[in-house]
């Protein structure tokens, strides 16, 4: 099992950056690919970008494809979001996921870890 610890949400103006990590532990991290996902009140957790075991392999939400980058550094356990040119509609509780193998998928049921989640608010 993989222990998920999310951090550096916070408030921030339109078009404004954040750098999200995700610390884990209590397994191997470099056998699960990774992925972030968002949530916002009223509505259901979606993709956001995902990340393979070795960090070659990425994929992107339509909507945040060119101003989000995941990236990861296996030798400190750790997966990251920057996030560029925030937009109020990015705001929503953001969270973590791992899921053991190579594939790299963008749908909430293919993982099994789960952060506590980490919240973005973005003022106009």
């Known amino acids: 099992q993989v222990q998920l610890v999310e951090s550096g949400g916070g408030l921030v103006q339109a078009g404004g950056s954040l750098r999200l990590s995700c610390a884990a532990s209590?397994?191997?991290?470099?056998?699960?690919?990774m992925g972030w996902f968002r949530q916002a009140p009223g509505k259901e957790r979606e993709f956001v970008a995902a990340?393979?075991?070795?960090?070659?392999?990425?994929r992107y939400a339509d909507s945040v494809k060119g101003r989000f980058t995941i990236s990861r550094d296996n030798a400190k356990n750790t997966v990251f979001l920057q996030i560029n040119s925030l937009k109020p509609e990015d705001t929503a509780v953001y969270y973590c996921?791992?899921?053991?193998?190579?594939?790299?998928?963008?749908?909430?049921?293919?993982?099994?870890?789960w952060g506590q989640g980490t919240q973005i608010t973005v003022s106009s």
């Open positions: 209590g397994s191997t991290f470099s056998g699960y690919a």
């Open positions: 996921a791992a899921r053991f193998g190579l594939a790299v998928f963008t749908i909430t049921r293919e993982y099994g870890y």
């Open positions: 990340i393979s075991r070795s960090g070659g392999s990425t």
